[in-house]
């Protein structure tokens, strides 16, 4: 069987050898402490919980849904104007099966062959296949460390820009962990107009972010509702992750564009997940406040424990991952993480699979309690890979 060329836009899975021999190790007894993963372990609130088993046990609810409630996109109006202090109307949003799902679709409804749109590296891997599956050519900006790794404008030419269809652009970043400083949308805003671009903002960290910074969505700025559309993802902040439950708000002619061709392949998200998504949303959000002094907590284990080694990991201010280049001069990401998992038991994902600006770092995911990850870092501090 000759596939099609498409598939061969995509390369294979890094994570497929890793994975086989975290399966040898744990088989042979070895205490793993797996750190590569962005899935939550937090328990998703049981009111959420709740309102799906209830909707579940309803008949009616297993027909095909065929279209998002207009409960659920009023709830999401209301929790933007609640959560965001943002105004939209229920023909701004649509569901999504997930943001990956939605992203990985949205360069097909913007670009045609050969179409260019600006990818942040290193970035989230969907960014990436959306662009390839609709065969438009990404054109990567550089997310730096001198420039505290947000975009800069400046790398990317005018004649870029101008033909570019849209860029992505996520804060906290996935896997960097950056965060917006005062006056960046500001300027993303201005760049967007200047060169006619639409921006897509993938928004699934606003809930996790640390030290002063605030999680706010992309509308927030003046002038962002005519440039851009933004990816509203439940997962992180209720834990949801299986449930696929997000959204894509912003302008209505992309929202009805993006409708039409999910409407092609898709009957609309199960009723008891739409209905959970309401509970979600108009339900309380206490344990979002205190999850995300959690995960700080576990950020101040990786990354001040690792610093205690010898390791100069900076603090990452937002998202649940830490971005660490790699000690001791090394620069094959893939081998380290290897040779981590060999010596040390612990797993993280190699910076490489995050874009070709991501080699020579690791991504390690706080899916661990304070306690786990500290005895991590004892045992990479005595792999003696930091200091070796
Ligand atoms: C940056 C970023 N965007 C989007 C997603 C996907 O979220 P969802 O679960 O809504 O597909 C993730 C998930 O890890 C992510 O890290």
Known sequence: MKFSNRLNRFGDEVFAALNERKMQLLAEGRTIYNLSIGTPDFETPAHIKQALIDAAAVQDNWKYSLRDLPELL????????DRFGVTITPDQVMSVNGSQEGIGHLGMVLCDEGDTVLLPDPGYPVFTAG???????????PLAPEKDFLPD?????????DRAKYMVVGLPANPVGSVAKPGFYEELVAFAKAHDLLIVHDNAYSDIIFDGFEG????NTPGAADIGVEFFSLSKSFNVTGA??????GRPDVVAALKKLRSQIDFGMFLPVQYAAIAALTGPRESVKTQCADYQARRDALCGGLRAIGWDVPNNHG????WAKLPGGRTDSMAFCMELMEKAGVICTPGASFGP??????RFALVLP???????????????LVTG
């Open 319 to 322: 998202s649940m991952f830490v």
């Open 370 to 384: 304070p306690e786990r990850i500290a005895e991590a870092v004892a045992s990479i501090g005595k792999s003696g």
């Open 153 to 161: 404008f400046d790398a990317i030419p005018d004649e870029v820009a």
């Open 131 to 141: 662009a390839l599956m609709a065969g438009a050519q990404p054109w990567y900006y």
């Open 357 to 362: 600006r991501g080699e020579g770092y690791v």
């Open 74 to 81: 009023q709830a999401v109006c209301d929790y933007y104007a």
């Open 244 to 249: 696929r439950i997000s959204f894509l708000v």
């Open 216 to 219: 706010r969505s992309f509308f």
